[in-house]
DNA sequence: GTGAAAGCGCTAACAA
DNA sequence: TTGTTAGCGCTTTCAC
């Protein structure tokens, strides 16, 4: 099956390729005749003309696609969030291409590297640590990116995160109202903006409401994984340190911290509350019930995506940030049982 | 920052582009005195050249990348297999173009044609149906394609499936050996293939089995969404048809039967047993605890990669196709009340 | 074994 | 307003 060419339609509409070229892009179609301009759409209609985006892609250096990295498509968060992305890119002709680094810096560097070859013309980073070689070497190129999810330490690249502080604040305020006052934290990665936002408002909440907060009760887990959650909750219980409420800095932390207090046959809400964070896809459907705060996971891909065509259509603008709103979704949390 | 092309190389190393290009793509090396051809690498290396895939797929057709077209990368479902293509692909130097339909024939023949656009070399389909008229047509054509977890009715297309006879046998044994006799079935929709060999394994083990096997006791849901299985139990339900345990289609269906039992206060396992399909990544956290059958997701993926890749390879060989092996994964299946 | 020449399909100066 | 020309970076006949 032969696919026609900008020659072919320009032979059959009795122009030169060029005016054919002109007459069929939309920002040049104003330069031609109204009438020619006309007759040459009609003719690549019929001959079901589409112009070849590789060619294309080969004169001007653009391609109408952008790279889109992330750590791993089988971490649930993802999906909605590339399913944003590509339900804003599609409309305007976009298409993303996605790569998973597994949190590895040389896959990172090397998808980079093919993505530009291919002349990806946008990034979005859903992988940014707070210090980040890479990326801070493409802001200042001006390469135009987005993060999404996380964010750098030094930072006016444009992102689109969650508003963690006050979700944060909106789960400890929960478990204050439920009686809870010795409350525990898994904390995340500290490389991670999330991590550290999240543990940074924890230890803010409990100053200002006056509860215990010595150093104890917060434990660093080292991955986002439910592994790292089981191992950081046998270390807050073997810790001594008093507590019957637990925010977890993730959903997958706070399935670990399950799994460990199932081990331990610590009943949960009974005897602990755990509270996740990101109401990811299915943790309606654990038990015991979960109460987590929500992430707007589909509309942070979104978002990210309307502020790349943004900072694509005039790089000149100041880089906007954007923080979307969480909400507490109560499932299973109870008072504690001294209470 | 610049990036060398193939004449620079060739300038520096003191040879035509044509030789450069020669020294420099494995196939066409041995046309090359060995020396020069040594010079020409060397210089490409300290020149960090890279040859550019656009340029390349102009002038080549081909474009060391394939298309892959799902339903829904949020049907968790998807995510593994996916990995397992990708991590198949590309160490052998090839990528995929991501694309959800939605279910949608438009969605999925626009993106077929806009994949064959950017020279995509391959295809791999997880949404074929029974009768499929643009597949039947790219095979017709003998486009290099695999199917994955679904086939057509009538195939001769490669395709790497998972063998759900074998896994709806070891359902109903298991759940015979706990005493069940009055099994129903939630079958999925009948315009796949998977809705379909499942619903006729169930048939047939009744039959072998002699257990009862009145036409109620197979409901068809018209989706595989929990809302559809929601619905289907209902339908059984109400249908007056005894019985104590229910194959569901697939994980989804489950869980939509788990939220009708729940809603009119049917404890399960006590009162009614059900079976999902799938073990969909966090099943294992669902409430009650659901046995299902295991299908190796990350490895239907990859096996379809290598599939596609050995396609590419050699076109005239004849099509093979893939039964995976399934696994019963025990949960929380018990006996009938009465027994 | 190497070079010359052509061209994949398109767009963007420049000229008319 | 339209045509001419050139070339994006590469591969592949064909000639030597």
Redesign the pocket.
């Known amino acids: 099956m032969h696919?026609?060419?900008?020659?072919?339609?320009?032979d059959k509409a009795?122009?030169?390729?060029?005016?054919?070229?002109?007459?069929?892009?939309s920002?040049?179609e104003?330069?031609?005749?109204?009438?020619?301009?006309a007759r040459i759409q009609k003719v690549a209609k019929e001959m079901g003309?589409?112009?070849?985006?590789?060619?294309?892609s080969?004169?001007?250096?653009?391609s109408s696609s952008i790279g889109l990295i992330i750590p791993d498509l089988t971490n649930p968060l993802f999906p909605p969030i590339v399913r944003g992305i590509e339900d804003v890119l599609r409309p305007v002709g976009y298409n993303a291409w996605i790569v998973n680094t597994d949190n590895q810096q040389d896959v990172e560097a090397s998808a980079v590297e093919s993505f530009r070859q291919r002349n990806v013309e946008g990034f979005v980073f859903a992988t940014a640590h707070l210090h980040h070689a890479l990326l801070e070497e493409m802001a200042a190129a001006s390469t135009p990116m987005v993060l999404i999810n996380r964010r750098l330490a030094s930072a006016d690249i444009p992102s689109v995160t969650s508003d963690d502080s006050t979700g944060v604040t909106l789960a400890i305020q929960h478990l204050v109202e439920l009686g809870h006052r010795n409350i525990a934290h898994l904390a995340g990665p500290q490389d991670l903006s999330t991590g550290v936002t999240r543990r940074r408002a924890f230890r803010e909440n409990l100053e200002e409401r006056g509860l215990p907060d010595e150093a104890g009760r917060i434990v660093v887990c080292d991955a986002w994984s439910e592994e790292a959650g089981a191992r950081g909750m046998l270390q807050l219980l073997d810790s001594g340190v008093p507590f019957t409420a637990v925010l977890a800095g993730n959903d997958l932390l706070a399935l670990g911290a399950y799994d460990t207090l199932a081990a331990r046959g610590i009943s949960c809400p009974g005897e602990i509350s755990v509270i996740g964070f990101n109401d990811m896809p299915y943790m309606d459907k654990v038990y015991p019930p979960m109460t987590t705060v929500r992430i707007p996971h589909y509309e942070l891909g979104a978002e990210a995506a309307r502020l790349l065509l943004e900072v694509l259509d005039g790089p000149e603008r100041h880089p906007r940030s954007l923080l979307l709103p969480l909400t507490l979704v109560v499932r299973g949390s109870t008072g504690p049982a001294a209470a």
Do not use: D
Not at 3 to 10: D, G, K, S, Y
Not at 30 to 37: H, I, L, R, S
């Open positions: 696919r026609a060419t900008l020659r072919e339609v320009a009795g122009v030169h390729p060029a005016t054919a070229s002109r007459a069929l892009n920002a040049t104003g330069m031609v005749n109204a009438t020619t301009a003309y589409t112009p070849n985006p590789i060619a294309r080969l004169k001007t250096s653009r």
